[in-house]
């Protein structure tokens, strides 16, 4: 069975693992479409089932004894539903300059997509809000798009370029991102198993903004479920931004495993009442 060898590898070493609850919105995120603020909103602190207590100090794990987990993480998703939801933030003196959050609900073929993007006049490239809808069934994929131009509908055959890429259960990314670590330690959390990385060796592997300067003092904490799949992945590291220190957090949060709907959006009429030759109208 695919989840034995990482839970054989970290019971071994601790005992227990569990998962976190969805987030704000319920697993589906469903009903009217949510208005984005002008103000980026301060980074969310975790809901009391979320809340991570400070562990006894890890037992040390090699890193290659967690090559499995991205395979376990995937095959406990697979042929299932799931709703991933993903906050990137870039930090200076406290303040967000540059905020992106995405949620991504899959149920089978079908999946919903949305992603807000809030950037201060102060980060390079687009300023302002821009937030990207989109809704992909069979193998069209239907959009919304709006930012400061207005607001365009359209539908595209098959995958839509700027949405989620063909990592969806996000195998790929836990891949790059264990052996970017040098040093692993694992300790118990309730039914959870929570590793923590640290000594940076790979900062490549982060998928840092190409608008910012290398990464460094980075750590990470990944909380695995019995099942071996990750519920929640919290990375932190530093760069520089035309040459000054900023922080960047990038949380992921996998929930409502086998209980996500992917509902038609509201705005599906509108899209399929427009005719779009391409996507290369809208912004990425």
């Known amino acids: 069975m695919a989840v034995r060898p990482l839970l054989f590898v970290v019971c071994l070493l601790l005992a227990g693992c569990g998962s976190v609850t969805d987030g704000p919105g319920g697993a589906d995120g469903g009903g009217a479409e949510a208005t984005p603020t002008v103000t980026p909103a301060p980074l969310p602190s975790e809901t009391p089932s979320e809340a991570t207590p400070t562990p006894p100090a890890g037992s040390p794990v090699a890193v290659a004894s967690l090559r499995d987990l991205p395979t376990t ?25 540059y905020d992106v959050t995405t949620r991504l609900r899959v149920d089978g073929g079908r999946y919903r997509y949305e992603r807000t ?29 709006e930012d400061d131009g207005g607001v365009r509908y359209g539908v595209v055959d ?13 195998q790929a990314f836990l891949a790059d991102l264990l052996p970017a670590f040098g040093t692993w330690t694992a300790a118990p959390v309730g039914d959870a198993t929570l590793l923590r990385g640290s000594t940076l060796v790979d900062p490549e592997a982060l998928e840092v903004d190409r608008r910012l300067g290398a990464a460094d003092v980075a750590s990470v904490r990944i909380r695995v479920s019995p099942t071996g799949r990750v519920s929640s992945l919290d990375l932190t590291y530093e760069a520089t931004l035309n040459g000054r220190r900023v922080t960047v957090r ?7 495993v086998g209980s996500t709907t992917v509902p038609e959006p509201p705005w599906l009429g509108r899209a399929l009442g427009t005719e779009t030759p391409s996507a290369s109208m809208v912004r990425p």
């Open 158 to 170: 098959g995958p839509f370029r700027f949405g989620p890429d063909g990592d969806q259960t996000g």
């Open 250 to 256: 990038v949380e992921r949060r996998y929930t409502a």
């Open 117 to 145: 993007r809030i950037a201060d006049p102060s980060y390079p490239g687009p300023q302002g809000i821009d937030t990207l809808s989109l809704y992909h069934a069979g193998n069209r994929t239907a959009f919304r798009d």
């Open 73 to 97: 993480h995937a095959a406990a998703l697979s042929n299932r539903s799931f709703t991933a939801v993903e906050r990137r933030v870039v930090l200076e003196g406290g303040g967000a300059l």
